[in-house]
């Protein structure tokens, strides 16, 4: 395995995060910090779609405020269910969130990520 003199660079400046995917929370830790959050695993999209409201933003604890509040065109959706994904576009944009909101908007490096899902599921 080779490694480019770019991926030694961008790996000293990207983030190692460990996310554990749970039906209840996923929490997210970075190294040599910890847990930084956890928050609830749901996502408010606009209904028939994977489209996240509030820009890409209604994940976590503002689309589990949303449970009940929300209006037609809302739906709030647990994508894992019984330690399962059960929907796999909605469990994506619940990731990009959870990255973009340790990793920010850092065009320059990727953050390296070790991602925890449940080993009962299926493939």
């Not at 190692?16 to 847990?35: E, Q, W």
């Not at 709030?76 to 469990?91: E, F």
């Amino acid at each position: 395995m080779s490694f480019s003199l770019y991926d030694w660079a961008s790996g000293i400046f990207s983030i190692d995060m460990g996310i554990d995917l749970g039906t209840a929370n996923t929490v997210v830790s970075i190294r040599g910090k910890g847990v930084l959050f956890s928050e609830p695993s749901v996502v408010a999209v606009e209904k028939g779609s994977s489209v996240v409201w509030l820009k890409g933003n209604a994940v976590g604890m503002v689309a589990k405020e949303m449970i009940g509040k929300a209006h037609g065109k809302i739906e709030v959706i647990r994508p894992l269910k019984n330690g399962v994904i059960a929907d796999y576009d909605i469990t994506r944009e619940m990731l990009r969130y959870f990255i973009r909101k340790v990793h920010g908007n850092r065009k320059w490096a990727s953050p390296r990520l070790v991602i925890a899902v449940p080993s009962g599921g299926t493939a």
